[in-house]
Each structure stands twice: as C-alpha cells, then as structure tokens.
C-alpha cells in the first residue's frame, strides 16, 4: 500500500490550461447559466457520496474528522469566505439569513442534497448584479480626486456590511480607485468610463457562466478543506488539467489560450508542437470558430467559457482540428483565417528542469532551475522505464554540467510547490549514496523510512540549495535531506513549512451508477518528518546563509492556516554525516554581508522587498490625486536613478515592456504584450542567484585553500562513485 502512496504527491500544483486530450463540452456550453438551472444533479450526489465516505475513513485520511455540527459550522464558514473572501457583497443579512444552514451542511452532504448550498450562491449571484449595476452608475459620474480619503483594500477581516447603503460607500472607493489609476496612467474620461463599464460588466458576465459543477466543487473543497488545508476536491475538468501538469506532456495542438474579453486567445505557443511547426498561428490571435476533423461543422465559440472553448480544441494525437483565427492585428469584423492542424504530442519544456552556467571569478558554476518535482504517474505505473520526471531530468542536465567542468552546482527551488514524493526522494538520491532521505508517519500510526536504494551519485562535487517562502513539501523534503546529511548549503529564506503527504484518489475507480465522470480527490495520508526527527511543518527549512525575508510566517505558509497539523519530532533515522558545514558560516556570512554592500543589484533588491513588506502591512491606500502622484512620481524618479547608476556600472537596463502602473487588469492589456513583458522579465538580473553562485564559490576557494578547515568541514574524504555513462 505505501508504494502506492509514494506515487502520491505532497503539494497542488498551478494548473496550466494547455490543449490536451478532453471530452467534449456539454449541449449548453459557451452561454451564461440561467440562475434557475445552477441546482445539483445525481452525479453531484453520486460524488458527493464517494467523497464524504473517503473522507470519513480513518484508513485513508491521516487526520479523519467527523462530519457533525462542528463541521458543518466549518463548511459553512470557508464556503462564505470562498464566494466573498472581501466581504463586498453579502451584507449582514444575507449571513444572519443563511445562518439557518449553518448546522445542517453535514446533513446535506451525507442526503446528496445540496439545495442550501446552491441558494446562496444564488444569492451571491443577486448580490453580485445589484454591485455592478451601482458600480456601472459610479462610473458615469465624476469623482472628486482633491478629498483626503483611503480605500482599504484588504477587507478580509472587515465585518460583514450591516446593509446595502454601507456595502454602497465600499464599492464607491473601490470603483474611486480603479478610475484614479486609469486617471494618473493619462487615460481620459470618456476612456476610463468606458474602461470600467467594461471590467465590471464583464465580472457580472463570468461569474454567470458558472455552472452546477463549478458550484458543487466549489462547496465540496469547502468541506475538504475543513479536514486540513492540503485536502481538496477536484472536478472532472479539473483533474484533467492537474493530470497533463505533472506528466509534463499532452496531446493537443501545443498551445495555451487566455480569455480576453468575448474572446479565447492565443496565449502561448507551445515550442516543438504542432501550433508552432504549422508557422500558421501566433500570440494574440483570437479564435473565433473550431471545427473537427476535415470537414466537420464550425462551431462559433465568441463568448465562450475558456474550458469549453479548450475542450473542443482538444483531442488525440493524429486527429484534426480546425481553427477560424483573427489575427491580432486584425479588426473585429475581419474576416477570419482558417488553420488546420494534426494535433500530437506536447512536451511542456518550460515547466522542466533548465540549467545555466554562471562564471565566478575563476569558478564556473552550474545552476538547474526546478519548477516543481513532476512525474508521469500513468506511465511509471505502466512499468515505463523512461517515464518523464523531474529526477531524470536532472541527471541529464547534471552530466551536462560535467562535461561543461562546473566546479560545483547550485538547485533552484524557489517557488517551488511540490509536487511527487518518490521524485523528492529519488533527486535526493543524486546527490548521496545509499540512505535514508525522509521518515513517514502514515494513516494509522505506522512510520516508514523511505530510503535512496541506488548506490553512487549522479553529482559528488561541491552542492547548495537555493529556497523561498514559496519553495515547499517536495523541495522541502529535498533541501532538509541535504541540510541534514551536510551534503550541501541552503541558501535563501524559510521555506513554506508544510510537512504532510497527499494522494490523488480516482473516485471513477469506485462503482457508480451511470457513465458520469466523478474527478478525484486530494486527501492528506501522512506526514513526513526529516531523517533527524525533526519537521518542516511550520517552522520549514531554515537556510544556512539566509536573504532578507520577502514574506514571514505570519503572512504566507503552512502556519498562517487554522486547521494546519501541529510540529512535532519523533526519532532519528541513522544516516551518515557527509560534511560539517557549520564551520564555514561564519567565514562564507562574512565574505557574503560583504559582497552585497557593493552589490548595487542585490541593494535595490533588499530595499524593494523593504517597501513592499511596509505597503502590505498597510493594507489601504490614498483616493487623493496629489498623493498619489507623488507616490508615482517618486518611484518613477526611483526607477530612471537606477536604469542610469546601471548604464554608469555597465549593467544592462531591464528591457520591460510597461514601466509604470497603467490602471488596467492583465485580461485588457495585449496579450502580445503581455508574452513580451514575460520575456523581458525573464532576462532581468538575478542577484539572489548570482549572490548564491558567489557563495558556493566561496566554500571552494576556503576549502581549498585551509587544508584544517578541509578537515572539519568534510570528514569523509571519499565521496561515492559518480554514476557510470
């Protein structure tokens, strides 16, 4: 059984919306749902049977619940939060009228009846409408931009609005807000009127094309997330799209779409698939039409939901799919080009691991950048011995460091979320010898060692690790192997500190009545603690040389949750001590505070995590013109300082696209642009990088130079054997 768990993952990760393999949309798809039709139908009650008889099975849940009065309470309160995290559009009597629910939300979930619900969220829908509408009258009129006032943007712990006239003046600064950055960006009035009716109209819109399955996934992960913050559910649609993220591969046209406005567009060509060597589509085209095979009907899909419109481009690798595209220069009332493609197989390159080599003085170091720890879990249960992982992966691109004579390695981490367990285990493998790399507590009490079982490495040489805030679970379990081995530095700030284990639950597997897909289930299994006893739940990865904080526990992480799983220790699991790197600190801390005092890059850096902690500790912001202008102009001012100390140093200016804040949301800017802007950011300087290449190089240079200190710090002398070619 538990090699069946470690198949399982230990974080979500964002899901891509890439063409792949999908069924077909449903009879209604593209239009807004009537409000009458948003009620749960038997296959909601047949998931919702199957999801509440997991999660109420201690043998599959790590920390079972009762689904009671308390839960309910729990269910009802995420639920709320889930449809009005800002509170600004309930008032408090819509919560003192849906508080007569608010014990019988188990009862609902263990009938299959969902009627509570679905009522509020159709008043969500009311509420939402009569919002618009006043924010669509703001927007005809003008406002005055000379009156001291602030708008508190944060209003997640706001109480509810006693009535609507409160709920009025929210909205008024809100609206205020949106028109003043639209106003300091140049934009004139008639523009910004027309702007702003257009956002809000089009937030009325998607929030009516939710439909009963959108709904009853959104009340079922209120319930799952009220067993802990890792367990969720995920609809059929959505499974989908977690599935293709992990394997890293589709079969599609390689391409990934992006509502803007009545429009799907083209956001990203896949490179290597059949978009980008058809040369026939480009960034910013919008689809207008799909059609299947030769000669099948074009369906019109302006207007459509992103899914359904994704839904009919998918499809098996060898078929043919039909797009009706204006190009994005093109008008609207253009006449479209049609493009026919073979859609096959897709490999999502930019999600895999990538390396670079940065030059330290006389060191070359080798960097490899991971973004999650992925896996094919379908094709390394089929016994499929090149199974696509992050683990594989790594191993190529550690035998191309090689042969490129990096004098040592640093893996990247940051912002990485997870992902499989058994690749966290076996990339640890490619750096030690034979060895415990993590301890698992599983359902029931019984703690497992999971162990690297290949002798030899891929990579024997000189190791650090760089993490964030954001690095999390499977990085976590990676980097606290390294650390706890002395098998390499952890360089950056805490990690996320989440210690738990989850597996992905088919419930399809499961006897059904009817052909309904079910989707699956997320559910925390286990939790994991490092080979020293200790635990990342929490406190997380705490580095050996560490940056200034970006975000502490207190904002973001494992302990910002209420119902998180408490720290605890049990015991060690014997394993060898590799190195001492303690020793070094002091020396490396010294050479590195060093460093960045003349690290022009690494200063601006500091100072804008600086700021950015002190604008979120504030949580509003001013409604008055001349305040903000001067904000504006002084970091306008701020940043032409910086693009000429640049050009004096010899530094390359950061090529972004839009300097300045132009009051518009992503979805009404370019989406030609907005790839060229990603690009540009892409090529900005990486001083945490660059300063984390300097300390490893450091190590080498007082290693080699101190024969004591040698010593000390590595007391075996002789590393394994680097794998064989």
């Known amino acids: 059984m538990f090699k069946q768990k470690l198949l399982a993952f230990t974080a979500a990760l964002p899901l891509v919306l890439a063409v792949g393999a999908s069924p077909a949309p449903s009879p209604a798809a593209g239009g807004p749902t009537p409000v009458e039709a948003l009620r749960a139908g038997p296959e909601h009650a047949a998931a919702a049977a199957l999801v509440y008889g997991v999660l109420s099975d201690s043998r599959y849940v790590y920390r079972a619940k009762p689904l009671d009065d308390a839960m309910s309470a729990e269910i009802h309160r995420r639920y709320l939060e889930a449809l009005d995290p800002q509170k600004l559009f309930f008032t408090a009597t819509d919560i003192a009228r849906f508080d007569a629910w608010r014990l019988s939300h188990d009862d609902a979930i263990r009938q299959q009846s969902f009627d509570p619900a679905f009522e509020i969220y159709r008043t969500y829908l009311e509420r939402l409408d009569e919002r618009v509408a006043h924010a669509r009258r703001l927007v005809a009129q003008p406002f005055d931009f000379t009156v001291d006032e602030e708008w508190r943007y944060d209003r997640e712990e706001a109480p509810w609005a006693s009535n609507a006239g409160e709920l009025d003046e929210q909205w008024r600064k809100y609206v205020k807000n949106d028109a003043l950055r639209l106003h300091l960006a140049g934009r004139a009035a008639d523009d910004i009127r027309r702007t702003l009716d257009k956002r809000y109209a089009g937030m009325q819109e998607r929030a009516h094309e939710l439909r009963a399955e959108d709904v009853f996934e959104m009340f079922m992960n209120a319930y799952a997330t009220s067993i802990d913050p890792h367990t969720s559910y995920l609809a059929p649609r959505s499974a989908e799209d977690f599935d293709m993220q992990m394997r890293l591969s589709l079969e599609g046209i390689g391409a990934i779409l992006q509502r803007q406005d009545e429009f799907v567009v083209i956001r990203t060509i896949v490179p290597g698939g059949p978009a980008q060597l058809g040369g026939k589509l ?3 085209d919008r689809v207008v ?7 099948g009907a074009m369906t019109d899909v302006v207007g459509w939901r992103i899914d359904d419109v994704v839904a009919l481009i998918r499809g098996r690798k060898g078929s043919t799919v039909r797009l009706d595209v204006l190009p994005a220069e093109a008008g609207v009332d253009a006449s479209p080009t049609r493009v026919t493609i073979v859609r096959d197989k897709v490999k999502l390159e930019q999600q895999a691991a990538q390396k670079q080599v940065i030059d330290v003085g006389d060191r070359r170091i080798g960097v490899i950048e991971l973004p999650t720890f992925y896996l094919d879990f379908e094709a390394r249960r089929r016994g499929d011995r090149d199974a696509r992982s992050a683990t594989a992966d790594v191993a190529r691109l550690l035998r191309e460091l090689r042969e490129e004579n990096v004098d040592g390695v640093v893996i990247d981490l940051r912002d990485n979320g997870g992902g499989s367990l058994l690749e966290a285990i076996e990339l640890t493998g490619l750096f030690i010898d034979t060895g415990p790399v993590v301890q698992v507590v599983e359902t029931g009490g019984r703690t497992t060692v999971s162990r690297d079982e290949v ?31 002395g098998r390499g530095l952890i360089i950056g700030e805490p990690t996320f ?7 992905l639950i088919d419930l399809d597997r499961f006897p059904s009545k009817g052909d309904a897909k079910m989707g699956k ?7 994991f603690f490092r080979v020293d006893g200790g635990t990342t739940q929490h406190a997380g990865v705490v580095p050996d040389l560490a940056f200034p904080v970006t975000l ?6 494992e302990s910002t949750y209420d119902n998180a799983l408490p720290a605890t220790r049990i015991r060690p699991a014997p394993h060898a001590n590799l190195g001492n790197l303690a020793a070094l600190r002091p020396q490396l801390l010294s050479r ?8 022009q890059e690494f200063q601006w850096w500091a100072s804008d995590i600086a700021t950015f902690r002190a604008d979120r500790a504030r949580k509003t912001v001013s409604l008055n013109e001349a305040v903000r202008r001067a904000e504006r102009d002084r970091l306008e001012a701020e940043r032409r300082a910086r693009d000429d100390q640049r050009r004096a140093l010899g530094i390359p200016v950061p090529s972004d696209l839009r300097r300045s804040d132009d009051g518009l949301n992503a979805s009404e800017r370019s989406v030609a642009q ?13 001083p945490l990088l660059r300063e984390s290449a300097a300390i490893l190089a450091d190590a080498l240079d007082l290693l080699t130079g101190d024969q004591q200190l040698t010593a000390q710090v590595l007391p075996l002398t002789r590393q394994p054997t680097v794998w064989a070619e």
Do not use: C
Not at 497 to 503: C, D, F, R, S
């Open 282 to 284: 480009a960034v910013g």
């Open 289 to 295: 039409a799909v059609g299947q095979g030769d000669s």
């Open 455 to 485: 002798a030899g490495v891929a990579w024997d040489g000189p190791l650090a690790v760089l993490v964030n805030r954001s690095s999390a679970s499977a990085s976590e379990i990676f980097a606290a192997a390294i650390q706890d081995y």
């Open 497 to 503: 500190g989440k210690g738990t284990v989850q597996n």
């Open 521 to 527: 289930l997320k559910l925390t299994v286990a939790q």
């Open 552 to 557: 502490d526990a207190s904002e973001f992480g």
């Open 592 to 599: 590195h505070e060093e460093r960045v005092v003349d690290d």
């Open 674 to 686: 907005q790839a060229a802007e990603e690009e540009a950011a892409k090529k900005r300087p990486d």
